[in-house]
């Protein structure tokens, strides 16, 4: 079992910032992708950015050149910057950890508003 906790969300402006974070705990594998995947009011869950424990990424096209996303092996933590944020990015953000068996947070609310 992996358990994941999330913490960054919140309520910004637009073209502000904001960064999360996740930290996965328990049966860690060495080899694993971990990052973030989001869900508006209304529409299906959609990758925003993976990164995997050797540092490749994946990023949704929405998000490049915005968001970065990051993580810390050591602490099995994985972050994702967010900048230039706009109302079309609030969602409820879930950080996803897949290393065969996928596992998911609870999720965190990002709302950009003015």
Do not use: H
């Not at 996740?22 to 971990?34: D, E, K, L, Q, V």
């Not at 993976?50 to 092996?73: E, L």
């Amino acid at each position: 079992q992996v358990q994941l906790r999330e913490s960054g969300g919140g309520l910004v402006q637009p073209g502000g910032s904001l960064r999360l974070s996740c930290a996965a705990s328990g049966s860690i594998s060495r080899f694993n992708w971990m990052g973030w995947y989001r869900q508006a009011p209304g529409k299906e869950r959609e990758l925003v950015a993976v990164i995997s424990s050797g540092g490749s990424t994946n990023y949704a096209d929405s998000v490049k050149g915005r968001f970065t996303i990051s993580r810390d092996n050591a602490e099995n933590t994985v972050y994702l910057q967010m900048k230039r944020l706009q109302p079309e990015d609030t969602a409820v953000y879930y950080c996803y950890y897949n290393s065969a068996v996928k596992y998911w947070g609870q999720g965190t609310q990002v709302t950009v508003s003015s």
